[in-house]
């Protein structure tokens, strides 16, 4: 939806005052469409981080005279990173797993790559498992380091 | 406020002068409902104040006042003279005077037990490392927990925490300490520990205001107890008189059934 939209509503290039046209890159569209909702998303889990650690820290924390910004950075926010870490990774990965749709833009990436060359070759039947095994292994390769990496992160934080 | 200024001291205020702590005809509503109904007390420098009464009469409330955690609605308290419900208030100095230690222990969880006690003073007071690192340690071996530095909360039982907790208010060098029924969350084995704590903090002569359930204690420690219902202080004297013979109904009734 918010593809589309951005699609059609944001302007093919930009005329400043003095003459000067600028084009608006496909590419850009699309990394604009596909952030916005995952900005809305990432900080909506940081939001709830941040709610559902007890009062009685921030309690603690101004009982100590702490002010809110250093509550924040030094008390609340290192314990919210633990807990955002996994639907973070989440968001990262589905967000890495919906760059086709970027087609719609235009924008030349793996998937479309991938069926313009079998085109090219004849669009031969047997050549489909090898591009899309191929195109699987090169996902699997984006993906999966960010998985570990979430493994990792997450032991480092689960003290406590 | 310049408090060592002799000509500040007018005629009313010349006994309250000396009281560290002071509340007047304070009073605190949460909506529509009036938790303290006009309390006054004072605490003196060096002072063991113990608060006691039925569960829901306010005391908690109270002790969060002192240290402007909860806003009153009127009357006055001043601590070390500085008043706590003017807005111009620079909360973070009147905190640096006021420790205060809950139920909750609410320590740190990603911290270790000595980080929490370092936290404050580095970033707070922006100490050097080092100094702070020696006062920490000192700390946390005064409340009996040499070995435990490199623990975290989670791993440490919660009498344990609690006098983490105690040790990382101790390290600012408040003037005052405030425990906000700090045993009521553990089990008797460990409220002897943390009461262990406490009575050798007041008797180095730390002010000390305590909202408690143990009657013993605050018997034992106290130099004045309180007796809070339904928002105000029923009757208070020292610790002897309420306990042996209160003249309040109310005081009677509810020692009777605690005691």
Known sequence: ?160 | MPLADPTTAGDTTGEDRRALVSLRHVRKSYGAFEVIKGISLDVDRGEVACIIGPSGSGKSTLIRCINGLSPIQAGSITVDGQEVNDPKLDKLRLRRKVGIVFQQYNLFPHRTALENVMMAPLKVLREPRAQVEERARRLIAKVRLTGKEGAYPGQLSGGQQQRVAIARSLAMRPEVMLFDEVTAALDPETVKEVLFTIRELAAEGMTCILVTHEMGFAREVANHVYFTDGGVIVEDGPPDRIFRNATDPRTRQFLSQIL
Not at chain 1, 124 to 129: A, K, S, V
Request: proline residues 8%; glycine residues 6%.
């Open chain 1, 1 to 160: 939806m918010i593809l589309f939209l951005v699609t059609y509503f944001l302007p093919v290039e930009v005329r400043l005052p003095g003459g000067w046209r600028v084009p608006v890159p496909d590419w850009s569209k699309a990394t604009l469409a596909f952030a916005l909702p995952v900005m809305g998303n990432i900080s909506e889990i940081l939001r709830g981080a941040v709610r559902s650690i007890p009062s009685g820290q921030w309690e603690s924390a101004e009982g100590l005279a702490f002010t809110r910004g250093q509550i924040l950075r030094y008390v609340v926010l290192p314990q919210c990173v633990r807990r955002c870490i996994p639907p973070w990774m989440n968001w990262y990965a589905l967000l890495t797993l919906s760059t086709p749709m970027a087609s719609i833009f235009g924008v030349h990436e793996a998937v479309a790559n991938a069926q313009a060359s079998m085109e090219a070759a004849g669009a031969r039947p047997e050549l489909l498992l090898p591009f899309y095994l191929f195109l699987l292994c090169l996902f699997f390769v984006y993906i999966y380091p960010i998985a570990v990496w979430t493994r990792v992160l997450e032991r480092r934080y689960a003290v406590g």
